[in-house]
């Protein structure tokens, strides 16, 4: 009985110890995750001690580099990856009227690029209101109607001398003076036109109850008529500031015959040629002389045999260059307007762009001033400036300068098609800054 019990004993602390030793080698398998821990940890202090103790190969050395390099790679990727995103945001999220404008202004854009003149037209109002914009982005002003026949032609004093005389109003001289104070230079606009021209001109005694002069005697008003503008700008001071003038405007119809005028009537087709002679006669030799058309798109090779037939005696060119309205639309093709540029630019005269603006749409069915549709406009701008700007390099076009027939929608005498650079409220449209040949900001 004792020697069993011991024997129980015995079993018992037996199985006693291999619960203990089963219990601890147990525990030794959770505890692994810790050592091997430590082991790498261990082992990776060693390396790097390695590293810095042995000074270790650039191998390794490199190695160490490469994976940070990958690291810096994969951070700049991603980094690179977000900006791109908020490029893309703010591309997509700008408010365009909020938008500052072009440092420098276009003139500062287009002078960049070999445009001489950038322009815009001028009248009473807008000078008082837009002036800094005016100063600050145009280095050229059109009179908008004040040096137009209608303006300048004196009845009263006509009838008296017994000669059609030229008198400037105040408000002309006005514009003159604010011109010259600011520095900028002057398109003369215009002198020979069916449009904005009284009739007495064209009659006996400059009275339009009596019959039409004529031909001899309204070619020698028509001389005096040039003569005097040109002494006028002269005596006054102002003659330095003008650098263009048209001399004759929007003489050609669509279809290429010469529009009726009673210029035509009396004189007869040679009317033109008269006019370019007479301006060549008396206005200085830096104010160049041009002739001024709308829809020149459309009537190209009218225009370009016009302007080659005005010659003198000796051949020598009575015209210096060609002035292209650019009345456009956003349904316009640019590719035909620039074959056009380039025609005329094949003359060898010089050739600019006069009185740009584009409304939406086409003249058949003008458009609302939709987000979108002014996008298509500011992308109109752009590529159409960027296509001169091009072709002017490639010395495909001679396009001196750019003037915008008025500095905003809410001035302009197509307020309703909305087809120029800053809005109702004066803010930018995209239209300003595809003019300015800011492409991101386009409606791109
Ligand atoms: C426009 C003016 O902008 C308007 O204010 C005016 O009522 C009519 O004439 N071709 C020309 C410009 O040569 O003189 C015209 O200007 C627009 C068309």
Redesign the pocket.
């Known amino acids: 009985m004792k020697r069993r019990f011991r024997l129980l004993i015995l079993t018992v602390a037996i199985l006693s110890l291999l619960i203990v030793i089963g219990g601890c080698s147990k525990k030794e398998k959770e505890i692994p995750n810790d050592v091997d821990n430590n082991i790498e940890e261990v082992v990776d202090d060693t390396s790097s001690d390695e590293v810095e103790k042995n000074d270790l190969a650039d191998e390794n050395f490199s190695k160490e580099n490469e994976k940070d390099e990958v690291n810096t790679d994969e951070i700049n990727d991603s980094k690179t990856e977000e900006e791109i995103v908020e490029v893309e945001e703010v591309v997509e999220e700008y408010v365009v009227g909020e938008l500052p404008l072009i440092e420098g202004g276009i003139k500062g854009v287009y002078d960049a690029r070999g445009l001489k003149n950038t322009g815009t ?1 001028i009248n009473g109002f807008v000078i008082k209101t837009f002036a800094d914009n005016i100063i600050d982005n145009y280095n050229s002003v059109t009179m ?2 004040d040096m ?1 026949p209608e303006a300048i032609l004196d009845q009263t004093k006509s009838v008296a001398a017994g000669d059609l005389i030229v008198n400037y109003p105040d408000r002309t001289f006005e514009l003159l003076d604010w011109a010259k104070e600011n520095n900028m230079q002057v398109r003369g ?2 002198l020979v036109w069916h449009s ?1 021209t009284p009739q007495w001109i064209f009659y006996e005694d400059f009275d339009t109850k009596k019959p039409l002069v004529d031909r001899d005697t309204m070619l020698a008003r028509m001389e005096s008529y040039i003569k005097q503008n040109f002494e006028l700008l002269e005596e006054r001071g102002y003659i330095d500031m003008f650098y263009a003038y048209d001399v004759v ?2 003489a050609v119809e669509d279809n290429g015959t010469l529009r009726n005028s009673l210029w035509k009537a009396i004189i007869g087709d040679d009317y033109i040629w008269h006019a370019f002679y007479y301006a060549d006669k008396y206005a200085p030799e830096h104010i160049k002389l041009y002739y ?1 058309d ?1 829809n020149e798109q459309f009537k190209t090779e009218h225009v370009v045999a016009l302007a080659e037939s005005l010659k003198d005696e000796d051949g020598r060119s009575l015209i210096d260059g060609i002035g292209c ?1 650019a ?1 456009l639309y956003t349904g316009d093709s640019i590719f035909k307007y620039m074959k056009t540029l380039e025609a005329f630019s094949a003359t060898g005269l010089d050739v600019q762009i006069t ?1 740009i603006d584009v409304s939406l749409g086409s003249w058949q069915k003008v458009l609302e001033p939709t987000d979108e549709n002014l996008r298509t406009q500011g992308q109109y701008y752009y590529d159409l400036v960027n296509s001169i700007i091009e072709a002017n390099k490639s010395a495909k076009t001679n396009v001196s300068g750019i003037t915008f ?1 008025g500095v905003s929608d809410g001035v302009s ?1 197509r307020r309703d098609r909305s087809p120029l650079l800053f809005d109702l409220d004066f803010k930018p449209k995209y239209s300003y800054f595809g003019a300015a040949q800011d492409k991101d900001h386009s409606g791109y």
């Open positions: 037209c908008e109607n137009k606009h215009t904005q405007n929007e001024n709308y309205q009345h009185e027939w005498w």
